[in-house]
């Protein structure tokens, strides 16, 4: 189903946060920056009554549960009602999944999914704040407390609040290509791509300050993705020990640096494969892996599909 309509379902009261994740990716016009217009409808059981959000906030959905009836994507944002929705918003859900649509949900969004009966049999997860929970009220649905985000169908179930951008940014990726997602990441000013498969920050966080952040040791190897790289060298350039470097480069990424810097290849080589006509092999050197066959190796642990194979499904028209 191609991605060209977007009804974010609102519950009282509203996580300002989440909802402006889905706002943010789908909401905004990018047009001018080769981003497709989204039809971006939000949507509530009361539309035109004022909901609760973050402190004194309120907001108004326009349209009504109707308007999600033929969306592409049903999108629901946290909120504290999440678990225990009305059987309207619940029948939106099934709806959507019935028809083939799309329904995502962000942070505690999830339980209105397993409300409405669609995680069963499932693997999603939520924040891990309520992973226990959620798995313990819906012992059907397959939670996995570890991952950013899981997409499983046509229903996809984030984490916390960046994990939802992450999620969002899959999708346009899914749908529309590699070249899309990045320019609405690029404009976001977030990280075009982090793997769903990451663990989600569940341990206390390293404190760091600006300076000693390895975000632009992180943005050099964006540049430099040719090269190769040793963990003692990237170290050196942050002006860290080994060790230091490493466990700084988990807590931030939630990966290693060699499975960060494969999966950057990775990426690289999928806007690559869309956008150019450069062969199997040339791409492999462009990104780092050397050889035709090391990148094949690479993609297809990542994809799922060979290179080859990824090209024919999503090359972007001329």
Do not use: K
């Amino acid at each position: 189903m191609a991605l060209r309509s977007v009804a974010v379902v609102l519950q009282d009261p509203v996580a300002m946060f989440e909802f402006g994740v889905l706002s943010e990716v789908f909401g905004i016009d990018r047009t001018d920056d080769g981003v497709p217009p989204f039809d971006f409808r939000v949507c509530a059981e009361r539309p035109g009554e004022p909901m609760h959000a973050d402190g004194q906030t309120m907001l108004v959905a326009p349209f009504g549960l109707e308007a999600a009836a033929d969306a592409d994507l049903v999108a629901i944002p946290a909120s504290s009602s999440a678990d225990h929705p009305s059987e309207a918003v619940m029948q939106v859900v099934r709806d959507a999944v019935e028809r083939g649509a799309y329904v995502l949900s962000v942070c505690s969004g999830a339980f209105t999914l397993a409300a409405a009966g669609v995680l069963d049999g499932r693997e999603c997860t939520t924040h891990w704040r309520h992973s226990d929970e959620l798995a313990s009220a819906y012992p059907l649905a397959h939670v996995n407390p570890d991952v950013l985000y899981a997409h499983d169908g046509t229903v996809i179930t984030s984490a916390g609040t960046a994990a939802g951008m992450d999620a969002c940014l899959h999708l346009v990726r899914s749908e529309h290509g590699g070249a899309v997602a990045n320019r609405i990441a690029r404009r976001m000013v977030v990280s075009p791509h982090r793997d769903g498969g990451q663990r989600q920050f569940i341990d206390r966080p390293v404190p760091v300050t600006e300076c000693e952040s390895i975000g632009p040791v992180l943005q050099w190897l964006l540049e430099h993705l040719d090269e190769p790289h040793t963990v003692s060298a990237l170290a050196r350039r942050a002006s860290m020990s080994s060790r230091t470097f490493a466990r700084r480069f988990v807590s931030e990424t939630g990966t290693t640096p060699h499975q960060w810097v494969t999966d950057q290849r990775v990426l690289r080589a999928r806007e690559l494969l869309e956008e150019t006509d450069l062969s199997i092999e040339q791409i492999a050197g462009d990104v780092g892996f050397g050889s035709a066959a090391l990148l094949r190796h690479h993609f297809s642990q990542c994809t799922g599909l060979t290179p080859t194979v990824f090209r024919t499904r999503h090359r972007s028209p001329a």
